[in-house]
């Protein structure tokens, strides 16, 4: 009984994402009859488009180098969000120093820090420099929050059998913030992939999707550019999902 439930739950949602998929692309179609093609091109254009540039090696050499920089991002993050979050917990001086820190990181735009790295690191390193200042916060904040809630309620037993710090980390800290992390990196890589593209683009990176984008732009090529936005979107999606089987699998 419960199995058909959730069949047809499952069936429910993809039907109602199909039909929201076709009317987006019945309005797109419409409108298409009342602007210039340069401004709108037709549907069947740039899915013609998407799947003659998913045929071809050189746009999956450039998704992968543009993934690449995103998980290096990801991962320097994760690290140093981490690593502060455990210290700020053990010292309320060093909590006190790194909040005003995290605030800034927090609350500037992110084409502020692409535009600073722009004049302070190699374009090659951009995408990965603004990926670790714009994510840390949230793997920070939410690591801190976790372990601060842990300390109230381990710290009893933490007295009682008398457990050093080193322990704490590793038997209590660490598997108890798992959960909120999973959640965090879901976010984190979401959010790192655009900044990603973004930071390609504005800092003319070569090699990435990012140049594909601006090459698309500059050649006035809104088929091109569309199609290449598509291939982000399926691509983005697809990278979630097995992120997520990924952190399934690990715990």
């Known amino acids: ?77 994760l690290i140093a969000g981490l690593f502060f979050a455990v210290l700020a917990v053990q010292s309320k001086f060093i909590d006190r120093i790194i909040n005003p820190i995290t605030l800034i990181f927090q609350s500037a735009p992110i084409i502020s820090w692409i535009l600073l790295s722009l004049i302070w690191f190699d374009n090659s390193i951009i995408p990965i420099i603004v990926i670790i200042f714009s994510a840390f916060p949230i793997i920070f904040i939410n690591s801190r929050n976790s372990i601060h809630n842990i300390e109230k309620r381990t710290r009893n037993f933490v007295k009682i059998y008398n457990i050093d710090k080193i322990k704490r980390i590793k038997g209590i800290y660490l598997p108890s913030i798992y959960i909120t992390l999973k959640s965090s990196v879901r976010v984190v890589m979401e959010l790192s992939l655009k900044i990603s593209v973004m930071a390609e683009v504005i800092s003319n990176a070569t090699g990435g999707i990012g140049e594909n984008l601006n090459n698309s732009w500059i050649n006035i090529d809104t088929v091109s550019l569309l199609s290449i936005t598509l291939i982000l979107i399926m691509f983005t999606y697809i990278n979630v999902k097995i992120v997520d089987f990924i952190l399934r699998k690990i715990y």
């Open 1 to 77: 009984m419960a199995g058909k439930y959730h069949l047809r739950n499952f069936i429910k949602n993809r039907l109602f994402t199909i039909i929201g998929v076709f009317s987006v692309i019945a309005m797109w179609e419409i409108t298409t009859y009342f602007v210039d093609p340069i401004l709108l091109p037709k549907p069947l254009d740039v899915i013609k488009e998407t799947a003659s540039l998913l045929s071809s090696k050189e746009v999956y050499s450039s998704l992968l180098n543009t993934l690449t920089k995103t998980y290096m991002g990801v991962a320097g993050s």
